[in-house]
């Protein structure tokens, strides 16, 4: 879960590292006001979860009212990469003379943290992971001891962050570890930590996302996920709501199945014999005839959608619950509204085989046919 | 005996007395795994499917003798049934099938793996079986039979479909280990293959990867270096678009293109690892091998 | 550092462990209210840092307002093993059925912290630890990691505590781990933990030591000392101020020395001659001549002592230095209070024994002749 | 060489700007000691004594190829200088000067300190000396005189008297460890005496132990099962009553009694090292013995 940058810039600044003044409107009238209480120039920035704000023209900087009124209206309802912009982070500009990157993350091949400092800050810091890794300094944190003061302080000099400032970038590493470590943090990142003229070193911008399966212990933080939810999808909002494992993509053919491999796998599938996948949607395991039947409203809701397939391989996942929701969710339709292909095999599969409607849905024996099948219907739609 | 476990595997169900530990103990037993203890904190002194349950794991583990644990505990409880476990020397195999555990937790569990002589399987797996001998965790054990090719997978229904295809073409199993979908994991590709590298009983492996980490590259790097044995593989998440997480935690494609299908497809080709389009492709390639 | 009873409660307390109704009183009007607004039974406590109390009735139980006043009366301003209480801690009477004990400490044999748990609480634990040690379930703690949840469970379960408050007692251990740790502590104890008819655990008495080397960053600690130390001798205040590693003792040879090995052994040295110590005090590495002024003040502060021996071998300490303190320190006297022997020796020895007034002090070349001479000095004043 | 230090130690003072760092690391050069390097955060490209100062350890080490390094850090600070040291592989010896560093913070040191390969002498230590070659910490010099006999105590001006007695006596020492008087220590009696009996130049150790824990009963274990080379043995504190920190924050007798003097004694004795009653018996001890 990726908080807003408002709510994250909260964050680290309630643990002490400086941030700009700044303020939220949701309005126009409420950004000039923002703008005219902290005072020109600020930065007007659409608080969207989407990378590359600037560039597209998410991000603007004014001098007076009548800019900041002009950006807010420009800036307010546009559409980013597929999302509406709800919120702007009004803040005050930073005149700045070189930014940094800071930042934790976890290292899953040493399956520890690491914290990680450039100078080349301001700019996308994976493109500079790819381009010159030397740019970037590391340093990998025990988890069991933590970041001790003086890991903070290598990592700063080993990335040739000047000696005047090198003490207050290691103390704004050592609070962003101590907050990924504390809020279950999966990134937190600075990027740019400006550096002014006088030598203040300040966050100008603020990510953190947290450890989904963590959000049970960070009551704060569960509640700005709720609350920032402002400029999500419809179908983010159902797949949210009925607790799926849903990744929506750009093709046609709609996957509902069990087991996060075995539906990558389907995906994969469809891709082989000449279909694209509209979406991934993983039901998880031992999941119910309800559940079944909301996977199969999830996927009808995205118009995208002309076919189905439903691949279940039981272990705890039953057969014939399986078989259950599917025909509960299709016999409330007069007319079914995208064909399904089912397949069962293991736990119950042939009692679910039994209780499935064949009136409704296509039942396959295969993996390979049921995909085959629903790339077939796909392309008969689309023809 | 295969790895990791066989009959005379003498195991303790951590969290027996809730709804999966139950129900899976009863499976377990049915299947014929050895299950001599339960371990669940202020339980101590019932029984669950015929089996003693004990307050502590320490406990349960020098009265019953035991020398593995399969874990059931709900997630923001695991890590530390992870570490109580870890405590135990007598234990040298921790299965841990629960999903959702708290990434840092189980950064903390793997850094105190490090200083242990035990295995650790998962989390987030669906556990280890020896077909005919003996099954830790959520796998169905009808699916499997005896045999000599090893599995190894990051993902359960993934395995299930594999396995079930073999055993349809009369292709039985050593050992099969699902060792999870987590981004931080016990035993990895590697340490499974070299446990079915030095296993007299296995004569072939079947290793099925997925997008996110490096886990496979290493995989492929080991293979290339070290293995005898021939390895069938495939890779899920071909389709994957970069930065989703794709069902599992660990599935994801990095932002930087780092963790692909193709990149780990690759780095098994050119171990000499065939890579199979579809499951049957795999199983297809386990036959040459064979 | 020890924290007093009533301190150690409200740590404890605001970290969330149970501990009875109570009300700190300096007076018997002021112990009298506070056990009404409690009401009684009430115990009635000293607030000294003596063991025993109870035996020696530093603390009594009374059921009404004139057993209160009594009570109150008899112990404020009592003498308990030569401190006097200035405070009682007024608190509500716990119904028990059993008491427990429980403890954090460092294990310096193994170099990590313990904790530990008895069923045999209300009593002394170092005698339970010597008669039956068994008696204590003990769990080392890996400082990197900290406490896991399972370890208190765990050692709690070792100790046979009930299984009905096994989870209760467990979750105060952890709490008090996490204090012990978080407020650097060398010692923290509840015993008794009380338990009572309704299962419900109490702690009934508190103890926190606290590492006085981690004191600067614990300035809440710092403060409870501050004002805890209502109760401590003149010579204890001296010692405090003058910032001296310092001991008293019963005899009447005063010693003076550098370093905590070697000031042992000048205290040895005196029991082999035949004298008996009557402090330990070290003055530390590389004293200068107002330091060493001042431990002679202390020294003849002491009533007890009869003759001082000053052993001092130079290393970051010179020899000269310590040489112009005796001179200082002694001339200001018209007679000097007590004999003094001065024997130095390493770094600048030689400079020091030709700066010292031989009117004022008797010179020994070795440690042993200045120990033998001192001690005669003190047999002679006593003879 | 003789043990841990000799005239080809590369060493790194840790908080050579501070008062302490600066005046010791001049007497350990003056002393032939092979300063090479001070660490300092934030005092990079400094010089002190002619010696190069770098902000962190790593570089320090690597820069001039230490060994070795001294830490003068203050109190507060120690413990994190102490983990920076030990976090470099090159350094195999670790001497912490610094008294007064908060006990919670040695022992998580200590805890690392298990996972390395490197010694930790202190904290709370005069440092070690071999004279004629080098020496490490506050230790003044001139009392030395180079021989053949080993000393290793938790006391500073203690081990001033004994070694001053036996120079004066014509007995020279090969090396003397300070090992410190806190109640957790890196180098404990054990290892060093470990050290001394595989040194081919020390034909007998000076042992001075002090009351408080059992380090000294450990070591009269490992004397009377273990070596060969003759130990003399001293104990200060016979007269401290218990539950009063005499001094150094390890010395202490338990309320219940342990870690007294006597005992301590008479686990020596028992071991067949002869205790001395005064520093003098001790050097009439170590004549006997040679």
Known sequence: MRLHEYQAKQVFSDAGIPTPASDLAATVDEAVDAAEEIGYPVAIKAQVHVGGRGKAGGIKLVEDADEAREAADDILGMDLKGYTVDRVLVEAAVDFENELYVGVTMDRGEGEPVAMVSTRGGVNIEEVAEED???IAREHIDPAFGMHPYQARKVVYDAGVDREIAGDVASILRTLYQLWDDRDGADAEINPLMVTGDKEVVAADAVF???EDALFRQPELAEMEEEGEFAESELEQKADEYGFDYVRLSGNVGII??????????????DHYGGTPANFLDVGGGAKADRIANALDMVFSDDNVDSVVFNIFGGITRGDEVAKGINQALEQFDEIPKPVVVRLAGTNAVE???????DLVTVEQTLEDAVQRAVEYAEEVEA | MSVLVDEDSRVIVQGITGGEGKFHTEQMIEYGTNVVAGAVPGKGGQEVA????YDTVEEAAEAENADTSVVFVPPAFAGDACFEALGVDALDLVVTITEGIPTQDVSRVYRRLQETDAYLVGPNCPGVITPGEAKLGIL??????AGRVGL????????????????????GQSTAIGIGGDPIIGTSFVEALALFEQDEKTDAVVMCGEIGGEDEEEAAAYIDEYMTTPVAGFIAGRTAPPGKRMGHAGAIVSGSGTGTAQSKIDALESAGVPVGDTPEDVVDNVEDLL
Chains 1, 3 share one sequence.
């Open chain 1, 133 to 135: 890794p030397d740019a």
């Open chain 1, 209 to 211: 996302n947290v450890d």
């Open chain 1, 257 to 270: 199945g069990n087991g996060a491999g075995l539906v990558m796998t389907t995906l994969d599938l469809v």
């Open chain 1, 352 to 358: 679910g085989m039994e209780i499935l409607n064949e």
């Open chain 2, 50 to 53: 015929g089996v003693p349950v």
């Open chain 2, 140 to 145: 169905p054990g009808n699916i499997f039979e």
């Open chain 2, 152 to 171: 190894v997978s990051r993902s359960g229904t993934l395995t299930y479909q594999v396995v079930d295809s073999l055993s349809q073409r009369g292709i």
